[in-house]
């Protein structure tokens, strides 16, 4: 696959930056979110580079053809991201988000350029098979599903032009998260850190738990108070679990 400079720029957001940054954040958004959904998180960052995808069928993207699963739409991320080896690289994925960045994070590693690690965050392990079936849903008990895990704002909810807008990707996103399999055993080497809202309720701790069999590397789990998306109001913790994490001395990789 050829990809060029305005490639990255296309999927790969800066959000923030500094002059000298000791590494690049790259977060990968929820089901129908956007790159610009981690702006105020990314700012709080002042020593990294932090990149949001920005995936297509959304926003600016929105003529361009939804994937159709989460190994595809990985794999092009990972073909850009594989070429830019001038930082260290932390991924970060929320939600569906978590899901990508896991399927990224392999595919750098077959690439020798790995992450220096992974961060999942509301997201059960990838190796569960849940029976999900939202994206399936009619229109108003798909968007009773939005409301239960607040990643759209009433005002939105009640917008039925925006709705028209957003929900196309996100009815795909959703079709993508809940139709994904993980590749059986698959693991990454790096260390995983899995960080979930004490109230969401899609992901329990039990199932968070089991994204220690998705690493061979490092493993830990912290549970914060907040929801489904508990670090928008409540991040300090993540945040400084990214910094802990690039102090990790890097597995070796042959």
Partial sequence: MTTTTDDAGLWLRRLSTTDTPRARLVCFPH?????????????????????????PGRQDRR???????????????????????DLPVVLLGNSMGALVAFEVALRLEALGNPPRSLFACGRVGPMLRKDEQTHLKGRDAFLREMELLGGMGHELLRDEEMLDLVLPPMQADYRMAETYRATPGAQVSV???VHI??????????????????????????????????????????????????????????
């Fill in 191 to 193: 260390p995983l850190h």
């Fill in 63 to 85: 003529h361009e053809r939804a994937r159709d699963s989460i190994q595809e739409l990985a794999g092009e991320i990972a073909a850009l991201m594989g070429e830019q080896d």
């Fill in 197 to 254: 809202g004490r109230s969401d309720p899609k992901v329990s701790e039990p199932d968070a738990a089991e994204w220690r069999h998705s690493t061979t590397g490092a493993f830990t789990l912290d549970v914060h108070d907040g929801g489904h998306f508990f670090f928008t109001d409540n991040g300090d913790a993540l945040i400084d679990a990214v910094h802990r994490s690039l102090d990790e001395v890097p597995a070796a990789h042959a």
């Fill in 31 to 55: 089901a129908g979110g956007s790159a610009n959904f981690y702006f105020r998180f990314a700012r709080r960052f002042t020593d990294l580079e932090v990149r949001g995808v920005q995936y």
